[in-house]
C-alpha cells in the first residue's frame, strides 16, 4: 500500500516510483528525492535499468506528510527484517531490484476489486495528487512544480476544468469587497 500512497500523495510518475531506493528517502529532513533516475517498462525483474526523467523538472526533492514518513520508516524497518543484505541501495518497492510493471497492476486490481471500487490507471493516483491539490487551493505554479511539468501551462491544460470552481470563490472575494464599501 506504500507504493500507492507514494504515487497519490507525491504525484510520481510510476517509473519515478520504480527508481526509489531507500536512500532517497530524507526521514531526518522528511524529504523524498527523484534525482536523475527513474525504470521505465521492463519485461521481468533482470531486465531493467535507470534512465533520465521525462523531464529535468521531474528533479525534485518533495516533502512527506506526516502519515507517509511513519508508513515509509515501518517498510524500510520491516525491510531490514526480512531481506538478506539490505542497504540503503535497496529498492523502496522492491528489493535488490525493482518491482515488476505487473506487481503494481495487479495490486491495485485486486485492491480495487476488494474494495468494489472502479478500476483506474496507475497514473491516475498522479492526477488525482494534482486534483486534491487544486481541490484545496494549491496555487497552480506549486503544483506545477510539485508534479515537475515544464511548462505550467501542461498544469493548465491538462486541469484546467478544476479552475472552474476557483472562479466562484474570485467573485466571492470581489463581491465581499464590494459589501465592505457599502456597508461605509
Known amino acids: 500500500m506504500k507504493h500507492f500512497q507514494l504515487l ?4 510520481l ?3 519515478e516510483l520504480k527508481g526509489l531506493t531507500w536512500k532517497d528517502i530524507d526521514f531526518e529532513n522528511k524529504t ?3 534525482n536523475n533516475k527513474q525504470i521505465t517498462k521492463q ?9 533520465p526523467p521525462k523531464t529535468k523538472k521531474s528533479n525534485k526533492v518533495l516533502p512527506l506528510t506526516k502519515v507517509l514518513l511513519n508508513d515509509l520508516k515501518t517498510l524500510k524497518e520491516s525491510d531490514k527484517e526480512i531481506l538478506f543484505g539490505f542497504n540503503d541501495k535497496f529498492f523502496v518497492v522492491g528489493d535488490i531490484a525493482p518491482a515488476s510493471n505487473n506487481r503494481f497492476s495487479d495490486r491495485k486490481n485486486k485492491n480495487c476489486e476488494k474494495a468494489g471500487v472502479k478500476q483506474i490507471r496507475l497514473h491516475d493516483f498522479r492526477h488525482s495528487c494534482a486534483s486534491l491539490l487544486i481541490n484545496n487551493g494549491a496555487n497552480v505554479t506549486l503544483v506545477a512544480k510539485y508534479l515537475g511539468h515544464t511548462k505550467i501551462e501542461e498544469t493548465l491544460n ?3 476544468h478544476m ?3 476557483a472562479l ?11 459589501d465592505d464599501k457599502t456597508d461605509d
Open 158 to 160: 491538462t486541469y484546467s
Open 168 to 178: 466562484d470563490s474570485v467573485v466571492s472575494v470581489i463581491d465581499s469587497l464590494e
Open 32 to 34: 523524498v528525492s527523484i
Open 13 to 15: 510518475r510510476i517509473g
Open 43 to 51: 519485461s521481468n525483474r533482470e531486465n531493467w535499468r535507470f534512465v
Open 163 to 165: 479552475f472552474s470552481t
Open 8 to 11: 497519490y500523495y507525491c504525484g
